[in-house]
C-alpha cells in the first residue's frame, strides 16, 4: 500500500465555485440536508431530491479543477505507487485536472454517475438530468436509477479502502475538511506524520496531533504540502 494518503474535503473544491456542503445556517441552496441527502429521502421527497441532484450536476459542467487539484494529480502520476488520493467530494474537479478513474477514490460517491436501485449497475451520465437518462430507469433491469451518492445513514462502501489506506500509510495530508464526517483527528493519531490545510481552525479538529498545519486557501498551502510530501518521500 502507499506511504502517502491524501484525503480531502469541501474546501478544495470551495475555490472553483463549488459550494460547500453545511453552511453556518445548516442548509444547503436552501435545501434542509434532511430532505435531500438521508437515508430514505428518494422514498419520501424523491422529486425535490432528484430535482436537487440535477441541479448539482449541471452546475459542475463549467466548474473548473484549481492549482491545488492539478497539483496533487501531478504528484499522484509522479508517485503512482506511493500516493493514494482519497476524496470525500463528489464532484469531478480531479478528473477535470487529468485524474483517471482508478487513480482517485470518492468515499462518498460520484455526482456524475446514477446507480440502479436494484442491480447496483452504475452509469456515467455526465451533466445530464436524471430523467434525460433512459427516463431515469436501469438499461440493465428496468429499475429506478438514483443519485450514486451515499446518503447520511447509508453506509459507505469505499471506507473499506480508507481504513486499508490509514493502516499502512505512514504520512496522512488532510486537505479542506471540517472533521465533521470524517474524524481525522483519529486519523492523524494512525499515522507517523501528518499535515492538515483548512481555511480556518475546527472545532471539530485538533491540529496538536498533526504535524504540521497550514491555515490558508489550499491553492496557497499546496505548493508547501507538496514539498513536504516530496522531502517525505525522498527520503526512502
Known amino acids: 500500500m502507499s506511504k502517502v494518503l491524501i484525503l480531502s474535503g469541501a474546501g478544495i473544491s470551495a475555490e472553483s465555485g463549488i459550494t460547500t456542503f453545511r453552511d453556518s445556517d445548516g442548509l444547503w441552496e436552501n435545501h434542509r440536508i434532511e430532505d435531500v441527502c438521508t437515508a430514505g429521502c428518494l422514498e419520501t421527497n424523491g422529486e425535490a431530491t432528484h430535482k436537487f441532484y440535477d441541479a448539482r450536476r449541471q452546475d459542475l459542467q463549467d466548474k473548473e479543477a484549481n492549482y491545488a487539484h492539478k ?10 505507487d506511493k500516493i493514494t488520493v482519497m476524496t470525500q467530494n463528489v464532484d469531478d474537479l480531479f478528473e477535470k485536472a487529468g485524474m483517471k478513474e482508478d487513480e482517485i477514490i470518492h468515499l462518498h460517491g460520484f455526482l456524475t454517475q446514477l446507480r440502479c436501485t436494484v442491480c447496483e449497475n452504475i452509469y456515467d451520465i455526465g451533466y445530464k ?10 438499461p440493465n433491469c428496468g429499475a429506478e436509477l438514483r443519485p450514486n ?3 447520511f445513514g447509508e453506509a459507505a462502501p469505499e471506507y473499506d479502502k480508507l481504513t486499508l489506506a490509514l493502516n499502512s500509510c505512514e504520512l496522512i495530508v488532510v486537505i ?6 470524517l474524524d481525522v483527528t483519529y486519523f492523524a493519531q494512525l ?3 501528518s499535515i492538515l490545510n483548512n481555511l480556518e481552525p475546527s472545532p471539530a479538529i485538533d491540529d496538536s496531533y498533526f504535524t504540521k498545519a497550514y491555515y490558508a486557501k489550499a491553492t496557497q498551502a499546496i505548493a508547501y504540502i507538496a514539498e513536504d510530501i516530496e522531502e517525505f518521500l525522498n527520503d526512502f
Open 71 to 80: 497539483l496533487i494529480v501531478e504528484l499522484k502520476h509522479k508517485y503512482p
Open 129 to 138: 438530468k436524471h430523467n434525460e437518462y433512459h427516463n431515469g430507469n436501469c
Open 149 to 151: 451518492i451515499v446518503f
Open 176 to 181: 479542506g475538511t471540517s472533521g465533521n464526517v
Open 191 to 193: 499515522t507517523d506524520r
